[in-house]
């Protein structure tokens, strides 16, 4: 996960305004109590693994479903 989103570097930031390793967007590190610190690459592994979790079991476990919320948002894959 981590060389595909930010080819490992704790610096990252995407056009979108993902930041860190795992590219994790603020809106989505906020639902986690994270604010400000996601630039931290602890932070920024905490909030991404929890949300890869969360996703794991809203997708039951399709791999597939959860890396495309990941990329894509879970609310665009709940769409289509």
Do not use: C, W
């Amino acid at each position: 996960m981590i060389h595909v989103e930010s080819g490992y570097n704790p610096a990252a930031r995407s056009p979108k305004g993902a930041l860190g390793l795992m590219q994790v967007m603020p809106e989505t590190a906020a639902r986690y109590g994270f604010r400000n610190e996601i630039r931290s690459v602890e932070v920024n592994l905490s909030a991404g693994t929890r949300y890869l979790r969360d996703l794991m079991d809203l997708f039951d476990g399709r791999l597939d479903l959860v890396l495309a919320a990941y990329n894509a948002g879970e609310n665009a894959v709940l769409r289509y």
